[in-house]
T-cell receptor, first 116, second 115 residues
Framework: AQTVTQSQPEMSVQEAETVTLSCTYDTSESNYYLFWYKQPPSRQMILVIRQEAYKQQNATENRFSVNFQKAAKSFSLKISDSQLGDTAMYFCAFMKTNFGNEKLTFGTGTRLTIIP | EPEVTQTPSHQVTQMGQEVILRCVPISNHLYFYWYRQILGQKVEFLVSFYNNEISEKSEIFDDQFSVERPDGSNFTLKIRSTKLEDSAMYFC?????????????FGPGTRLTVT
């Protein structure tokens, strides 16, 4: 079974600063995907970024990037030039990929607050 | 932009009662999921559904739970006899493809309170 650990329950950062959210996972699978989902207050979860385990290059989406360390089973999310709209719960998630879409295994989340 | 919708947003029920949580997935999606999040805990997978049958279910998804796609648009989760520990946020999700990894789109959730 897979496990996902987010060791930072809450974080806060000043607007325009950079923040890094940590995530570690444990799996014996060789093929998998990792995701970061954002859940703003009272709104649905939306995908921020995803990483295929077989790709060595770290994924980037505008101000969001990941540091994927496969050997260490670490998958951190970096948010650059943070904005007030980045205030949300952030969930790290794991999906094994044998036949396509499978279940997501989530971490407990990090509540991020951007301070004006 | 298409989105997953869920009704109701909040449901209060008494222990032992049946509840049905409703979801309308994105129209061209083929794979459907239910997850739940007990307050303060992680989001947990309950069940996935494809081609009118359950693809996978977790140990949480016992005989008290059932899912159905009664028509071409709705996807429902029924809890036959609710328990206090069923109080949680229930999220529906859908994804487009079966044979490749695609994003799972989540609904806003239904908060179920069992008293």
């Amino acid at each position: 079974a897979q496990t996902v650990t987010q060791s930072q329950p809450e974080m806060s950062v000043q607007e325009a600063e950079t923040v890094t959210l940590s995530c570690t996972y444990d799996t014996s699978e060789s093929n998998y995907y990792l995701f970061w989902y954002k859940q703003p207050p009272s709104r649905q979860m939306i995908l921020v970024i995803r990483q295929e385990a077989y790709k060595q290059q770290n994924a980037t989406e505008n101000r969001f990037s990941v540091n994927f360390q496969k050997a260490a089973k670490s998958f951190s999310l970096k948010i650059s030039d943070s904005q007030l709209g980045d205030t949300a719960m952030y969930f790290c998630a794991f999906m094994k990929t044998n036949f396509g879409n499978e279940k997501l295994t989530f971490g407990t989340g990090t509540r991020l607050t951007i301070i004006p | 932009e298409p989105e997953v919708t869920q009704t109701p947003s909040h449901q209060v029920t008494q222990m032992g009662q049946e509840v049905i949580l409703r979801c309308v997935p994105i129209s061209n999606h083929l794979y459907f999921y239910w997850y739940r999040q007990i307050l303060g805990q992680k989001v947990e997978f309950l069940v996935s559904f494809y081609n009118n049958e359950i693809s996978e279910k977790s140990e949480i998804f016992d005989d008290q739970f059932s899912v159905e796609r009664p028509d071409g648009s709705n996807f429902t989760l029924k809890i036959r006899s609710t328990k206090l520990e069923d109080s949680a946020m229930y999220f529906c999700a859908s994804s487009e493809a079966v044979d490749r990894v695609e994003e799972q789109y989540f609904g806003p959730g239904t908060r179920l309170t069992v008293t």
